[in-house]
């Protein structure tokens, strides 16, 4: 049974930082690829940064680029998502995936095939 468990979400004023992290159980982290995605309410859930299984490669969605750091550590079994320069705009639930399959990092969410529960994160103006 995988299990991916968030933490680290909260309140935060605009222009603050948090880091989120993801635990992983139930299979060889290091064969993983993982991602993190975000659904605000009534919004579509939507791709923000991915890491290949040999963390080798990043992705992330334009409107991070340059404020959010994904990362993992293996030994860990661990994936964090370093958030910078938080915007009221980053309001959501923040989600982990893991993805099987060895392939490049990918975007859609039903490519993914472990979530987390979610956590959420509130960026005040």
């Known amino acids: 049974q995988v299990q991916l468990v968030e933490s680290g979400g909260g309140l935060v004023q605009a222009g603050g930082s948090l880091r989120l992290s993801c635990a992983v159980s139930?299979?060889?982290?290091?064969?993983?690829?993982m991602g993190w995605f975000r659904q605000a309410p009534g919004k579509e859930r939507e791709f923000v940064a991915g890491?290949?299984?040999?963390?080798?490669?990043?992705r992330y969605t334009d409107s991070v680029k340059g404020r959010f750091t994904i990362s993992r550590d293996n030994a860990k079994s661990t994936v964090y998502l370093q958030m910078n320069s938080l915007k009221p705009e980053d309001t959501a639930v923040y989600y982990c995936?893991?993805?099987?399959?060895?392939?490049?990092?990918?975007?859609?969410?039903?490519?993914?095939?472990?979530w987390g529960q979610g956590t959420q994160v509130t960026v005040s103006s």
């Open positions: 995936a893991a993805d099987t399959s060895l392939r490049h990092i990918r975007v859609g969410a039903y490519q993914y095939d472990y």
């Open positions: 890491i290949s299984w040999t963390g080798g490669s990043t």
């Open positions: 139930g299979r060889t982290f290091s064969t993983l690829a």
